[in-house]
């Protein structure tokens, strides 16, 4: 079983508790642990680093050395490596282990993964368990903040509904639950007090369900959609896009068609005038070159359009604002009692984290008569290793260090190095070791929010002819996606070269993931 504490702090850096750190102090050298403390005993080593940690650099540093160094650590491999070998062993037995579904769910082929499920696999990767476990939340709180953000918002709504909505708002404030809810303490409500909880619930769906008709009944323009398509057509007419190499007329067609469309659905009077400029624009557009469209003047129209629509936006009601629309949509998750309770909270994280599933699998595995239990236990111990380890470099190195939590057949290994500096410049080193093109390097600087430069390293000949048939396909796809490709160069691979020769070093924290 997991024994659960509460406590805010996060207890990574304990030996008892972290075993990447307990594996690093029993083969470390006297003389590797008197440069972390000038105590000889253990217990004064520990106090020392606990004491010094996240505030004494060079210790963090000299720690950080000896786990990237420490060789039982470094022969750990990769999780993904581990994961498959642990699912192999456990498919001898007929009736599987619980862990063995988990653990199939986590893995999945690259193919399957989308921006959302990646982030989701890399929350609950286990590097963020105990992280998450000291900042669980006070739901009850965190509702009645919800509901005071609300209520602000509608006061400066003139519409009737926005009123009645109100009322409802400060009833549910005053009840003794959310006037007791705060910072100082987690809610601990008593069995009995379930009642209160389930009419509070039922409270914020009503609300919920009137707010989301009321907004559903409402203009166009205060769309989400209508707000994602305004948002593309201003990147596409920025300068950077107005290039010859960047350029995509068709693109540039399309969302001036899609937003056209989405106006005709409006009924606000501001908008006859852009339909009427809009119309004059797509026209205007047909068969014409990027010189023609500099010499008529047509990106500035758009933005001209462009900003003309971010005016009626602005005069909108506030209840068809963004800010109610994004409350409306937190709102929605606390609809079912059981997310009021604070251990309904730590379930969850407890149902999906890896590390927490491992935990538990442990005394699943221990009490289980399956043959390879030996085995599986062995895997199980190397996983949470694993993991430790990330935790424990993360700690020290004051970034985030991941793991890839996916499969792909065609890497061997890989490494992916992500780094910010103090102007809000992000550098990345892609290092890749694949089955059959050998070594592929990239290295990505990304810069006033959308501007990005890469640079793919490779000496494989077969390789940078693919990357060149299908260069244009990358710059295509990352304007659609609204970054901006700045510059995208193809080199030989250079041994032992220095990431960024010629960008700054003062590098302040980093984002490391790793395969």
């Known amino acids: 079983m997991i024994n659960l504490s509460l406590n805010k702090q996060l207890d990574i850096i304990v030996p008892n508790k972290n075993r990447a750190l307990a594996t690093i102090l029993q083969q470390a050298t006297p003389k590797e642990l008197e440069t972390l ?10 106090n020392s680093l606990l004491k010094e940690s996240s505030q004494n650099s060079a210790s963090d540093k000299t720690l950080l050395d000896l786990a990237k160094n420490n060789p039982t650590l470094k022969e750990l491999g990769n999780i993904s490596g581990t994961i498959k070998d642990l699912l192999s062993t456990l498919k001898s ?3 599987p282990l619980p862990i063995e579904t988990t653990l199939k769910n986590f893995l999945l082929e690259m193919k399957d993964i989308s921006e959302p499920i990646l982030m989701e696999k890399f929350e609950n990767s286990g590097v963020f368990l105990e992280s998450k476990l000291k900042n669980v939340q006070n739901p009850q709180l965190e509702l009645k903040t919800l509901l005071q953000g609300l209520e602000k918002s509608l006061a400066k709504s003139d519409f009737p509904v926005a009123k009645m909505l109100s009322e409802k708002i400060k009833e549910l404030l005053a009840t003794p639950t959310l006037k007791e809810a705060s910072n100082n303490s987690l809610p601990q409500t008593p069995k009995d007090d379930a009642s209160a909880l389930k009419q509070l619930s039922k409270g914020v769906e009503s609300i919920v369900l009137k707010l989301r008709e009321t907004l559903g009944r409402g203009d166009v323009v205060n769309s989400k959609g209508f707000e ?3 948002s593309k057509l201003e990147h596409l007419i920025t300068p ?3 290039t010859y190499e960047n350029f995509k007329l068709p693109l540039l067609q399309d969302t001036l068609a899609q937003l056209n469309s989405q106006l005709m659905q409006s009924s606000k009077p501001e908008v006859k005038g852009l339909l009427d400029t809009l119309g004059k624009i797509i026209e205007s557009l047909k068969g014409s070159t990027l010189d023609e469209l500099n010499a008529k003047k047509i990106p500035q129209s758009i933005s001209a359009v462009i900003e003309s629509a971010k005016a009626v936006i602005e005069k909108s009601d506030s209840l068809f604002s963004k800010e109610t629309a994004t409350i409306g949509s937190k709102l929605d998750t606390f609809k079912e009692p059981q997310k009021l309770f604070v251990q309904e909270n730590v379930r969850e994280i407890l149902s999906k984290d890896l590390k927490a599933l491992l935990l538990q699998a442990g005394d699943e595995i221990s009490k289980s008569s399956h ?10 111990d190397k996983l949470l290793l694993q993991i430790d380890y990330y935790q424990l470099t993360s700690h020290l190195s004051n970034s985030s260090s991941l793991y890839l939590p996916f499969s792909w057949d065609g890497l061997e290994e890989g490494n992916i190095n992500l780094k910010k500096d103090k102007d809000d410049k992000f550098y990345c080193d892609i290092d890749l070791k694949l089955k059959e093109y050998g070594e592929l390097k990239l290295k990505l600087t990304l810069y006033e929010k959308n501007q990005i430069n890469i640079h793919i390293y490779s000496n494989n000949n077969d390789f940078k002819e693919i990357i060149k048939e299908n260069i244009h396909l990358l710059r295509s796809a990352l304007i659609e996606s609204q970054i901006t490709p700045r510059e995208i160069r193809l080199f030989e691979a250079v041994k032992k070269s220095s990431p960024y020769d010629n960008q700054s070093n003062d590098i302040q924290l980093g984002f490391e993931v790793k395969a």
């Open 37 to 46: 403390s000038k105590d000889k005993d253990l217990g004064s080593i520990m």
């Open 93 to 95: 037995e007929k009736n």
């Open 228 to 230: 994602i398509q305004l």
């Open 240 to 242: 950077k896009l107005l």
């Open 371 to 380: 043959p390879n239990q030996a085995e599986i236990s062995k895997h199980v």
